[in-house]
């Protein structure tokens, strides 16, 4: 029933479902109460300062506006972009072997401090 998410990824948006580190969440399909539930979700993530809702709900709530917001899932997909090189850039530099030492950097000194 549920597909694993793509390699790498920890959320998958496919219509009125979103994947999230493996399970599957099934969203409204009417459009407004979808819009109610990311809005929701936001507002529930800036007022973090009260208990049981956190800060983990913001990302939460953007990702399910961005199914009806073109803006939103436009930031989203970019995020999702740079994200993916990020990781990308990671693990070639931990597939290339240990990082070589730095040399400290040489600089010249002042000639009222050389006296």
């Not at 809005?39 to 300062?49: A, D, H, K, Q």
């Not at 930031?75 to 730095?102: D, M, N």
Request: net charge positive; glycine share 10%; hydrophobic share 45%.
């Amino acid at each position: 029933m549920t597909e694993p998410t793509k390699k790498g990824g920890f959320f998958r948006v496919r219509g009125h479902t979103i994947e999230l580190f493996g399970r599957t969440f099934r969203l409204p399909a009417n459009r407004i109460a979808r819009m109610g539930v990311g809005v929701l979700f936001v507002l529930g993530g800036i007022f973090s300062f009260l208990p049981v809702l956190g800060i983990w709900m913001l990302p939460l709530g953007l990702i399910v506006l961005s199914i009806d917001i073109p803006a939103v899932r436009r930031l989203r997909r970019r995020s999702e972009v740079r994200w993916g090189r990020r990781r990308q850039r990671q693990r070639e530099l931990a597939a290339s072997g240990p990082p070589r030492p730095r040399r400290f950097m040489r600089f010249r000194v002042p000639r009222f401090l050389s006296r």
